[in-house]
Nanobody, 119 residues
Framework: QVQVVESGGGLVQPGGSLRLSCAAS????????VNWVRRSPGNERELVAR????????MYADSVKGRFTAFRDNVKNTVSLQMNNLKPEDTAEYYC????????????WGQGTQVTVSS
């Protein structure tokens, strides 16, 4: 059975940092493109980072460039999102999305983890 689980969210003050982790079972994440997506009450779904299956190519939304870093640990079968210099507008529920690129396998979403940036 395939499962994708995010962890690491919490409450942090502006300027603080958090590291989110996406762990998978039943699939090998190195064979999937992985997206970090956030949703908040005041905004539509936003793609904040996209990691290639090789882990070499990482794309970031303009709103998080220079502050967020996504990277893989293929030994642990995880993808992390390091979030620095957090701002109140980063407050959202963050989701990990494993996207098959072979045109055959499905895609999988985690349950989400809440990030709240507030003083």
């Amino acid at each position: 059975q395939v499962q994708v689980v995010e962890s690491g969210g919490g409450l942090v003050q502006p300027g603080g940092s958090l590291r989110l982790s996406c762990a998978a079972s039943g699939i090998t994440l190195s064979q999937y493109v992985v997206n970090w997506v956030r949703r908040s009450p005041g905004n539509e779904r936003e793609l904040v980072a996209r990691v290639s299956d090789s882990g070499v190519i990482v794309m970031y939304a303009d709103s998080v460039k220079g502050r967020f870093t996504a990277f893989r640990d293929n030994v642990k079968n995880t993808v992390s999102l390091q979030m620095n210099n957090l701002k109140p507008e980063d407050t959202a529920e963050y989701y990990c999305h494993a996207e098959a690129s072979d045109g055959v396998s499905g895609d999988y979403w985690g349950q989400g983890t809440q990030v709240t940036v507030s003083s």
